[in-house]
């Protein structure tokens, strides 16, 4: 089981307040673990705040206003940058113009190093980004448990979802993926 390029939906039983009611966008799933950011917790702190903090402008309109995110509980002083991978006719698609930076199958990638924001001060860098301030991480085996806990849906994850749908809206619009609604789920969970 490969779920790179998922999204994990919370069940209305994970009380955890870190993924309670989250989408988890899944970089990476390998039989050494699982690494993720989630896309619909919000934090207090603006773009424009993040770049001021970092001594860079911010030449990019249409990202001043949108929120950092809480991308999980682990290394939440640094930066992850999830974007659409350049697609320029020069570039070697297996090779990413940002140093740090991992390739995910789905056209994304998840950069790490401080280019990617030098290149959003000038008013260039990726189209689509969201930024968040941590990550989530589980080990060998635990995402395995969790899923077997019934504490996730899972489902191939929709760039639409990541960067074209209100933030509120984002837990909604996973669900509808599987054509489930909220009210349909019990916080409750059953085993055969």
Request: proline fraction near 6%; glycine fraction near 8%.
């Amino acid at each position: 089981m490969n779920l790179t390029h998922h999204f994990l939906i919370a069940m209305p039983g994970l009380e955890d307040e870190a993924f309670a009611k989250s989408v988890v966008y899944l970089c990476e799933h390998s039989p050494r673990g699982a690494m993720g950011l989630v896309i619909n917790k919000p934090s207090e702190i603006s773009l424009k705040s993040l770049f001021d903090k970092v001594e860079l402008p911010l030449r990019r309109a249409d990202l001043s206003d949108s929120p950092v995110f809480q991308g999980g509980p682990v290394q939440t002083e640094r930066g992850f940058v999830l974007h659409e991978a350049f697609s320029g006719t020069d570039i070697d698609p297996s090779e990413s113009v940002y140093a740090s930076t991992m390739a995910i199958p789905g056209g994304l990638e998840m950069t790490t190093s401080k280019d990617v924001l030098e290149a959003l001060s000038t008013g260039a860098g990726p189209r689509r980004v969201l930024i968040s301030l941590g990550y989530s991480a589980w080990g060998e085996g635990q995402l395995e448990a969790e899923l077997g806990e019934n504490s996730w849906l899972t489902v191939e994850a929709d760039l639409a979802v990541i960067f074209d749908t209100p933030v509120e809206q984002r837990y909604d619009k996973a669900l509808m993926l599987l054509g489930l609604q909220a009210w349909m789920l019990s916080p409750e969970a059953g085993h055969a």
